[in-house]
């Protein structure tokens, strides 16, 4: 008997692989009636998603899994869809496993190998810490997308990143260049290993270059989510408002604590400046729009499956590439 392919499934029900993923992954952005459809072919072609057969389309095939670290992180999501559009010509199958951001993608990975038997890893919003060695004697190809792996001990990790600390340096730059020094940043743990570490030395940076010093009481650790941002900024601004602006990690997380600013009578940028980091779509139209370092989705997409398929299909050596992000001056900064 013929074993479907996850690219099988979205050509009969007429619908993207991104689509079929979704209805796999169980994600609520999926129209049912689509839902349904997808899993009537998949019920008709008796593909399931268990541990043995989900995304395999022969037994001794490649499968990669592309395992994103936040999942109610639009940027991070939209990256990982673009991923999948570019995998239409590989060889190897691919599946897409969301984690929450403080879940352990490396034991989640780990899973997977012994689960399903993956050949390789794209890991998306990851952080390269000591929990990452528990991969180190594995033989398996594997990319951090989003996190430079230069000077990772992972001997087969390759990287496709933009310059984070450059660009936050630029941004922190721009904020303070129009007379604000006491700014906030919201961001998340600020040990080494990940990109958002990179953008805290990035600000400290900006600072140093103006003769300051950045006040860490103005360091603030968040959720990447609405609601996460939104109550932190309550909080934070209930001790500090005298804080002009906001540099923010995330464009998620600039769009909740704008709301909160909002919500706590405080005009944005009249008062209080908000710049973020990712450049999601909804920053281009949500009120104000936002100021923004724009990753660009696409080629961090493409680059980050083709290093990938390289390494598997021509063993090809693990490659370090740093793409270009753009500042993005709008409607939050005052």
Avoid: W
Avoid at 128 to 141: F, H, K, N, T, Y
Avoid at 257 to 266: E, H, P, S, T, Y
């Amino acid at each position: 008997m013929k074993i479907y392919t996850i690219k099988d499934i979205a050509r009969e029900a007429g619908v993207s692989v991104t689509t079929v993923s979704r209805v796999l992954n169980h994600r609520p952005d999926v129209n049912q009636a689509t839902r349904e459809k997808v899993e009537r072919v998949m019920a008709a072609c008796h593909f399931v998603g268990n541990a043995n057969a989900r995304g395999l389309k022969q037994v001794d095939s490649d499968l990669v899994a592309i395992i994103i670290r936040g999942h109610q992180n639009p940027f991070l999501n939209a990256l990982a869809e673009a991923m999948l559009q570019h995998t239409k010509d590989c060889k190897a199958a691919f599946l897409t496993e969301y984690i929450d951001e403080k879940a352990d993608e490396f034991q989640t990975a780990l899973r997977l190998l012994h689960e399903k038997r993956v050949t390789g890893f794209i890991f998306v919003g990851s952080r390269i810490d000591e929990r990452a060695q528990v991969l180190s004697g594995l033989d398996l190809p594997m990319v951090f997308t989003t996190v430079n792996a230069a000077h990772s001990n992972l001997p087969r990790a390759a990287s496709v990143s933009i310059d984070d600390r450059a660009m936050a340096r630029e941004a922190a730059g721009v904020l303070l260049s129009r007379g604000h020094t006491r700014v906030a940043v919201f961001g998340a743990s600020r040990a080494d290993g990940d990109s958002l570490s990179q953008r805290y030395k990035g600000v400290k940076d900006a600072f140093h270059d103006a003769g300051l010093t950045f006040d860490e009481s103005r360091y603030v650790e968040t959720r990447f989510s609405l609601k996460g941002a939104y109550d932190s900024a309550r909080a934070f601004f209930a001790e500090k408002p005298d804080t002009t602006a906001v540099f923010t990690m995330s464009d998620i997380v600039a769009m909740g604590v704008i709301r909160a600013l909002q919500d706590m009578g405080k005009r944005v940028p009249e008062d209080v400046s908000v710049f973020g980091f990712d450049g999601t779509e909804t920053g281009k139209y949500f009120i104000p729009r936002l100021s923004t370092v724009e990753q660009p989705v696409e080629e961090l997409a493409e680059q980050s499956v083709l290093v990938l398929t390289d390494m598997l299909e021509h063993q090809v050596a693990p490659r370090h590439v740093v793409v270009e992000a753009t500042l993005r001056l709008r409607e939050s900064v005052k």
